[in-house]
C-alpha cells in the first residue's frame, strides 16, 4: 500500500494532542483527546426535504429572479460548485462564522487562513461601518481527521449552540447570519488510498453537513476542498503515487455536494478551491512574491511555534507539510473576493 513518506505523516499525527491557547480574533471550542478505537458509522441515507418552496434545481449561482450575477472572472472560477438560495443574503449579512477543520486551519500560534480572512473581513466593515463585526467560532484541531474525528468538534459545537427541539423550532444562530465551513481532508488523503475515499466524502456530507441542516437550522455551507499536498516536501518522493487522491478527493466533494443541494431546498452551498489557489503558486512562485526554489523546500530557520511575522514572511511551505502565512494570506483574499462577488 502506498503511504505519505514518514517526515510528512509524523508532523500532522504526532502534535494533535497539544492544546491550542485561544484564537485572538475568534472563539475557540475546546480540544477533546481523540478517541482512537473510534471507527465510522456507516453514513447515513440522503434526507430529501419535504418543503420545496425554493427551486430545486439550482445550477449555478443566481439571484432571486433566477439570472446568473456577475462576478470576477478569478474568483468565479474558485468556486467549483455555487448553488445558492434566498438564505444567502451575501457575505456582508455573515455575522457567525462556524468552522470545523484541522491544522489548516489551526495550527499552533501560525497565522492560517481564518486569521486573515477574519482581519480582511472586519477590517473592511469598520472602515465602510456598513455591517457588524463577524464572529468566528473555531472547532479545529491539528491532526484530525474526517473518518475518525468529525464527531468531536459537532459535538463540541452542540454543547455550545443546542440543536433544534423539531422542524418548527428556530435555530440558536441565525440561518441567514451564519455561513459553516469545513475544511478538512487532507489528513484522510493522506493516508486513505483512492478507492475508499468516497466513503470518506459520504461521511462527511451525511454525518457534517446533513447534520448541521437538521439539526442547526444551517442554510449557508462552505466547503474548501484539499491543496495539493502531494506536492510538499515532504510527499515529493512519492508525489505521483499521492496525487490522485487528492484530485479524487476534490472531485468526490463536487459530486456528492451537488447532490446535498438538491436534497436540501432551503441551502445555499458553495465549494472554494484552495487546491487551484495553491497549485497555481506552485506553478509560477515567482508571480506570487516567492523565490522558483520556494516549491519544494520549507522556509529556512528552526520550527518555531511562538507568533513571529518576520520569520512568517517567508516561502511558501512552513515545514514538509503545512503552508506558510503568506501563502493563507492569498487563499485568504481569493476566498473573501469570491465570496464577495455573489
Known amino acids: 500500500m ?65 439570472s446568473a450575477k456577475a462576478r470576477d472572472n478569478v474568483a468565479g472560477s474558485l468556486l467549483k460548485l455555487c448553488v445558492q438560495s434566498q438564505r444567502w443574503q451575501g457575505l456582508d449579512a455573515v455575522t457567525d462564522l462556524v468552522v470545523f477543520g484541522d491544522s489548516t486551519t489551526r495550527f499552533g500560534a501560525h497565522k492560517t487562513w481564518l486569521n486573515h480572512f477574519m482581519q480582511f473581513t472586519n477590517t473592511s466593515r469598520s472602515r465602510s461601518g456598513s455591517s457588524a463585526p463577524m464572529t468566528a467560532h473555531v472547532y479545529a484541531t491539528q491532526g484530525h481527521t474526517i473518518e475518525d474525528d468529525l464527531s468531536s468538534p459537532l459535538d463540541q459545537f452542540f454543547s455550545h449552540f443546542p440543536a433544534k427541539l423539531g422542524p418548527q423550532s428556530s435555530s440558536t444562530l441565525g440561518a441567514e447570519s451564519t455561513l459553516y465551513v469545513i475544511w478538512m481532508g487532507t489528513n484522510d488523503c493522506g493516508r486513505t488510498e483512492e478507492d475508499d475515499l468516497e466513503e470518506i466524502v459520504e461521511k462527511l456530507v451525511g454525518d457534517g453537513l446533513d447534520e448541521l441542516y437538521t439539526k442547526a437550522g444551517g442554510r449557508n455551507f462552505l466547503v474548501i476542498d484539499v491543496p495539493p499536498k502531494d506536492r510538499s516536501p515532504g510527499a515529493l518522493d512519492n ?104
Open 2 to 66: 502506498t503511504t505519505v513518506p514518514r517526515v510528512a505523516r509524523s508532523i500532522e499525527r504526532a502534535d494533535h494532542r497539544k492544546r491550542v491557547g485561544s484564537h485572538p480574533d475568534v472563539i475557540t471550542g475546546s480540544d477533546d483527546d481523540r478517541d482512537n478505537n473510534r471507527h465510522p458509522a456507516k453514513p447515513k441515507k440522503r434526507r430529501v426535504d419535504s418543503d420545496l418552496n425554493a427551486t430545486e434545481s439550482r445550477p449555478g449561482c443566481a439571484d432571486s429572479n433566477g
Open 239 to 342: 508525489s505521483s503515487a499521492l496525487s490522485p487522491r487528492y484530485t479524487t478527493f476534490n472531485d468526490l466533494l463536487i459530486t456528492h455536494l451537488a447532490q446535498f443541494a438538491s436534497s436540501s431546498s432551503h441551502a445555499s452551498v458553495f465549494v472554494f478551491s484552495s487546491y487551484d489557489v495553491v497549485a497555481a503558486i506552485l506553478d509560477d512562485p515567482t508571480v506570487h512574491g516567492f523565490e522558483e526554489e520556494d516549491a519544494e523546500r520549507p522556509r529556512e530557520g528552526e520550527e518555531n511555534e511562538e507568533s513571529d511575522d518576520e520569520r512568517e514572511e517567508d516561502g511558501i511551505w512552513l515545514d514538509e507539510l503545512h503552508l506558510t502565512g503568506p501563502v493563507h494570506k492569498i487563499i485568504a483574499d481569493r476566498l473573501r473576493t469570491a465570496l464577495a462577488s455573489l
